[in-house]
């Protein structure tokens, strides 16, 4: 058990970071959030999550760049936070290609700033995102957290990959309890404007043409943000103390004799992204004008959760329908955009 419910969640002001600071408030915790507000996509949506975790009396807000060795470091000497949920990162797998150094700072020096300020001050709990990108070329579906990973298909899934290694590497040599978490696909009010479920409803309500990559031939395991959430809370206090039958001569991958875990968070049950269009413009009561294109560099046809660990873990599975989390989502981005 933590010794206290004060948790530090960076990337505060992002998607996932504002639904889980918000529910971890309702709670009972205290939040400190710590993001560097980049523009990424406009800050303005991040300034507006914000506000609304403002309103709670245990939030604290620290404008803070993770590659600040010594802005982090000063951070967790002067907290010492009981838990931590690192979300931030430079997300997007197109991204990526375009902009690799931006990844290296965030992914990878923000990631160790992290560890060292919870190694050297007593951090009870690790929790940090990782991603279905680490998947890769892998195409046994469901994809099991039993599964070798190693190899990637985009630089943004090789950076989730390395957080893994570099969290296992903490566990074993400082005892550091660290849980990974793969997102599969996650969407909702407040989403990202540059991943799918936002991009096709824009596109729809506007008229504008709605690209379909690899032809339409794409199923995806679209994981409801609030799902994604009740997983996270559940986990913060399930610490992780080491697998004593954990074999060196069999390695399982999800786990090891160190303090270390890793837990798949999808919805287990992938649809095809045309029914995704199906269902926003029913909710729109607009037609969507298609344009099919091949397959983008990096991406995958397919993605599935096996959840099975994360059910044994917390007793919890991401359950929301595609139709009603569209639904909710559709109903957020037409209250905000469109009125």
């Avoid at 931590?84 to 923000?110: C, I, M, W």
């Avoid at 009010?189 to 991943?195: S, T, V």
Wanted: net charge negative; glycine share 8%.
């Amino acid at each position: 058990m933590l010794v206290s419910r004060v948790v530090l969640v960076t990337g505060v002001a992002g998607f996932i970071g504002f639904h889980l600071g918000h529910r971890l408030l309702r709670d009972g915790w205290k939040v400190v959030g710590v993001d560097n507000l980049n523009a990424y996509y406009d800050p303005t949506l991040k300034h507006d999550r914000l506000k609304e975790l403002s309103a709670f009396a245990d939030f604290r807000f620290e404008h803070v760049d993770l590659a600040d060795r010594e802005g982090v470091a000063a951070l967790f000497r002067r907290e010492r936070f009981p838990a931590v949920v690192h979300l931030a990162a430079q997300a997007g797998v197109r991204h990526s290609l375009k902009e690799p150094f931006a990844y290296l700072d965030s992914n990878l020096t923000g990631f160790l700033t992290v560890l060292e300020g919870c190694r050297h001050n007593d951090c009870g709990h690790l929790l940090y995102a990782s991603s279905s990108s680490v998947y890769g070329a892998n195409t046994a579906v469901p994809f099991s957290t039993g599964q070798n990973v190693d190899h990637p298909l985009s630089l943004y899934g090789a950076t989730k990959k390395a957080n893994e290694l570099m969290a296992h590497s903490y566990s074993q040599l400082f005892g550091l309890p660290t849980t990974g978490l793969r997102f599969f696909t996650v969407y909702g009010p407040w989403g990202r404007p540059d991943m799918a479920m936002w991009l096709f409803t824009e596109a729809i309500a506007t008229g504008k043409p709605l690209k379909l990559f690899n032809h339409g031939k794409m199923r995806r395991d679209f994981t409801y943000v609030d799902d994604v959430v009740e997983s996270v809370a559940r986990l913060i206090e399930h610490v992780p103390d080491g697998n004593a039958a954990w074999s060196g001569a069999d390695p399982d991958p999800a786990s090891s004799r160190a303090p270390w875990r890793v837990y798949n968070i999808g919805n287990h049950s992938p649809v095809e992204v045309p029914e995704v269009v199906r269902l926003i413009e029913e909710q729109l009561r607009r037609k969507a004008r298609v344009e099919y294109l091949p397959m983008q560099p990096g991406d995958v046809p397919e993605t599935c959760a096996d959840v099975d660990d994360l059910m044994a873990a917390v007793d919890f599975r991401p359950d929301t329908s595609i139709a009603d989390g569209i639904a909710r989502f559709v109903a957020w981005y037409r209250e905000r955009y469109l009125v």
